[in-house]
T-cell receptor, first 111, second 115 residues
């Protein structure tokens, strides 16, 4: 039973446009959420996180939005660049508990 | 500064053989995690250690899998005997603490193929 769900296996976006990656979770005890980015033949790298006390966190071109009532979070990338083509993993954890990852969404930035 | 080091990067073996994956965490990190990535299940945590002690091995699929951390700078994940369904990419990650607030740094992974 997947506690963290990324329902879109892949997404294609034109360079310069906004990329929106979505993630849903089922465990109401989750209080910390993360996004990791993964290039081929490399390990995932941390991108951005958000605590449940916030509904938005921004870092440069990357913004994560959290909707606790809907148990939904999203990652916005504006503007999208070719180097953003990668697999993005959504992850979540409860207090002092392990991180649960989703299956990932492959983002393709089209020239 | 070296990141997490994993070896081998690729491993091809036959069903029934023993496979040992190795990991060297970042110096100074106290927590070490083993993950497995598959298309079907995504990235799943197998086991993690804190200060060389296994804390949570509930993700280990079955008794064929075992992991050790004999010292702060080395860990192994062993599969014996290996089966085709074990084919996946195995990642090792390390962090200062097991808390999710402590950023995990991943190694490049070992791609395992069991024929």
């Amino acid at each position: 039973d997947q506690q963290v769900k990324q329902n879109s296996p892949s997404l294609s976006v034109q360079e310069g446009r906004i990329s929106i990656l979505n993630c849903d979770y089922t465990n109401s005890m989750f209080d910390y959420f993360l996004w990791y980015k993964k290039y081929p033949a490399e390990g995932p790298t941390f991108l951005i996180s958000i605590s449940s006390i916030k509904d938005k966190n921004e870092d440069g071109r990357f913004t994560v939005f959290l909707n606790k009532s809907a148990k939904h979070l999203s990652l916005h990338i504006v503007p999208s660049q070719p180097g953003d083509s990668a697999v993005y993993f959504c992850a979540a954890s409860a207090i002092d508990d392990k991180i649960i990852f989703g299956k990932g969404t492959r983002l393709h930035i089209l020239p | 500064d070296a990141g997490v080091i994993q070896s081998p990067r690729h491993e091809v073996t036959e069903m029934g053989q023993e496979v040992t994956l190795r990991c060297k965490p970042i110096s100074g990190h106290n927590s070490l995690f083993w993950y497995r990535q598959t298309m079907m299940r995504g990235l799943e945590l197998l086991i993690y250690f804190n200060n060389n002690v296994p804390i949570d091995d509930s993700g280990m699929p079955e008794d064929r899998f075992s992991a050790k951390m004999p010292n702060a700078s080395f860990s192994t994940l062993k599969i014996q005997p290996s089966e085709p369904r074990d084919s996946a990419v195995y990642f090792c990650a390390s962090s200062f603490s097991p808390s999710s607030y402590s950023q995990q740094f991943f190694g490049p992974g070992t791609r395992l193929t069991v024929l």
